[in-house]
């Protein structure tokens, strides 16, 4: 079992930063793969990044390549997501997730979800 807490969200202009963090509870974090997705109301959740259980691959949606770095601590049990040079299409409701299988930009593969934080970015 992983308990997911999402942190860091905010509003924003258009071209300032943002880094999202994601607190895991629970055993073995380390066994997890974890992404980011982003979601607007009446849409499907988007991933936008994933990591493997080591930090070693990564994944990144096209819209968001060069711009937002997935990162991870297994020893202090989070993930972050730093996201420069935002766009007003980069607003939604971001969430974390872990999967036990490895990353993949799948987002029924996750067994475990945060609540989400939001993110607006204003032109």
């Known amino acids: 079992q992983v308990q997911l807490v999402e942190s860091g969200g905010g509003s924003v202009q258009v071209g300032e930063s943002l880094r999202l963090s994601c607190a895991a509870s629970?055993?073995?974090?380390?066994?997890?793969?974890v992404g980011w997705f982003r979601q607007l109301p009446g849409t499907e959740r988007q991933s936008v990044a994933t990591?493997?259980?080591?930090?070693?691959?990564?994944i990144y949606a096209d819209s968001v390549k060069g711009r937002f770095t997935i990162s991870r601590d297994n020893v202090k049990n989070m993930v972050h997501l730093q996201m420069n040079a935002l766009k007003p299409e980069d607003t939604a409701y971001y969430y974390c997730?872990?999967?036990?299988?490895?990353?993949?930009?799948?987002?029924?593969?996750?067994?475990?979800w945060g609540q989400g934080t939001q993110v607006t970015v204003s032109s």
């Open positions: 997730a872990a999967n036990s299988r490895g990353p993949t930009s799948i987002a029924n593969y996750y067994d475990y």
């Open positions: 629970g055993r073995c974090f380390n066994n997890y793969a």
């Open positions: 990591i493997s259980r080591d930090g070693g691959t990564t």
